[in-house]
């Protein structure tokens, strides 16, 4: 199966990508876009129950998600790191960073965003979440296995 590495957000994996291109238009049903049609609701964010639920908050302003992206990608940003979604928008996109290492970036982004989300709904409908450690452990395992494929297939192509 061909895939299209480089198409909008870089990613392997349709499903990632369609949470993360609903994110990045502000479209996930978050609690302060719900609460705006429905004032009763609880805006709290289910993953830290300390501030109001938004899409800044889970990705990754929320202590639960922070923690998440920082261990996926302090190593790869260093002094970059930033866990501010405007932010980290920019520096994804910026076409001036080495190629292998944007991938990388962006396909953790999705992932992150994906497995954070997941969580957070499993919350929300009263099934048990995994806990944070099992949360970065599977993502970083996703962004690994999808970094070793890319390299089996460089060495094959
Ligand atoms: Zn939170």
Known sequence: MRRDVNG???????KFAFVAWLAARDRLSTMDRISKWD?????????????????NHLFFECVFSASVWEH??????????????????FII?????EGKKRYCLRYAFQAAIHAIWRERNKIRHNEKALPITAVMKMVEKGVRNKLSILRTKRVKG
């Open 8 to 14: 909008p957000g870089g990613s392997g994996s349709p």
């Open 39 to 55: 004032h009763r609701v609880d805006e709290t964010c289910v993953l830290c129950k300390r501030e109001p639920e938004s899409r």
């Open 72 to 89: 996926l990608t302090k190593g790869i940003l260093l002094s970059n790191h930033s866990n501010v979604w405007q932010d980290i928008v």
């Open 93 to 97: 996109s910026d076409e001036r960073m």
